[in-house]
């Protein structure tokens, strides 16, 4: 059979396509989700210039290399803290941070909880393929009861986050769920996240046959999608708090929650900006300094306990 080389490809303005081939193995779902990713940016209409992506470490953090816009491929664990201080002090740039289970609620999760709660003006796309894939697939804080893993190979004895519920009770305005296998309902979602003011997640269920779907029966990308497809429920404003997923049991995809508009935490900020106090000159806020020492370094001696 002749093969066709296609001279374009509709993404091709999204994507540094002297990066590819990509590192990503045959059956894996990030493609899916970039794709849908890109072509939730292409429908929104967000310009590339404006537009930035920001990862962590994982198979799922190398998206930010593939991606023909300003994109940072930051440490493990701190894309969200890198993502607020961009927004923060870049509050016109549409941030969106794509990155794995692993690294934003294993050794990032304290930071997702806080730009949750903080209503933090950005996307979260977090890839859930249950599993820290890069470093060959050790337990992750998703991964679900009593799966075989490289650091359980007898079993998960651990409850996995349902992130879903963590999410909504942290303070996230827009969170979803869907599979690989729902692309378009997925990228219409990401669509409404992009746009959404306020912190928006939407957690992709992603398979990784290489090192979770092999020792789980589901070792090529057929049997991961098959599994998504007979067990995920498509359900209208799901209680967030129903969003636990278990192995061999049907789990819940849809949007849990999309909260009225409530003010971000960039409006906080530009609301300080215009404070007062902070409007004040340099010489100014010294002089209130000066004058207040002497309270200050009482109170050092009270704390330290010399009075
Ligand atoms: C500080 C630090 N600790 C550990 C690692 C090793 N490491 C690299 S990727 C990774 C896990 C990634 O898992 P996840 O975020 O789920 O991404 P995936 O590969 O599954 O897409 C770990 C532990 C690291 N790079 N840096
Ligand atoms: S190891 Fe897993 S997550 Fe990483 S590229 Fe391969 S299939 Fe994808
Ligand atoms: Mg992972």
Excluded at 26 to 35: K, M, Q, R
Excluded at 212 to 235: A, L, P, Q, W
Aim: contains cysteine; neutral net charge; charged residues 20%.
């Amino acid at each position: 059979m002749p093969i066709h080389k296609a001279e374009h490809h509709p993404l091709d303005a999204y994507l540094r396509t002297e990066r590819l081939p990509h590192v990503w193995c045959p059956g894996c779902g990030l493609g899916i989700a970039l794709g849908a990713y890109l072509r939730a940016l292409q429908n929104v209409g967000f310009d590339p210039q404006e537009t930035v992506m920001v990862s962590g470490i994982g198979c799922s953090g190398r998206a930010a290399g593939y991606v023909k816009m300003d994109s940072f491929h930051t440490t493990h664990g701190r894309a969200i803290p890198f993502a607020v201080g961009l927004k923060a002090a870049r509050p016109e740039l549409n941030v969106t941070v794509f990155s794995g289970d692993g690294d934003l609620f294993s050794i990032g999760g304290n930071h997702i909880l806080h730009a949750a709660r903080r209503n933090v003006n950005i996307t979260v796309l977090a890839i859930n393929n249950y599993v820290y894939g890069m470093t060959g697939g050790q337990l992750a804080p998703t991964t679900p009861e009593s799966s075989i893993t490289t650091t359980s190979p007898y079993g998960n004895i651990e409850s996995p986050f349902n992130i879903a519920g963590l999410m909504a009770v942290a303070g996230a305005s827009y969170v979803a769920r869907w599979t690989t296998v729902h692309e378009r309902r997925l990228q219409k979602s990401i669509e409404k996240a992009l746009t959404k003011r306020g912190f928006s997640i939407v957690e992709i269920m992603s398979p990784c046959p290489t090192t979770f779907g092999r020792r789980n029966n589901m070792r090529g990308i057929v049997d991961s999608m098959m599994y998504y497809k007979k067990y995920s429920v498509i359900k209208e404003h799901p209680n967030p708090l129903d969003g636990v997923i278990k192995p061999g049991e049907k789990f819940i995809v849809g949007e849990f929650m999309d909260a009225p508009d409530e003010p971000t935490f960039e409006d906080k900020l530009e609301e300080l900006k215009n404070k007062e106090f902070l409007k004040t000159s340099q010489a100014d806020r010294t002089t209130w300094i000066l004058e207040h020492r002497r309270h200050l370094e009482t109170l050092a001696k009270i704390i330290g306990g010399e009075q």
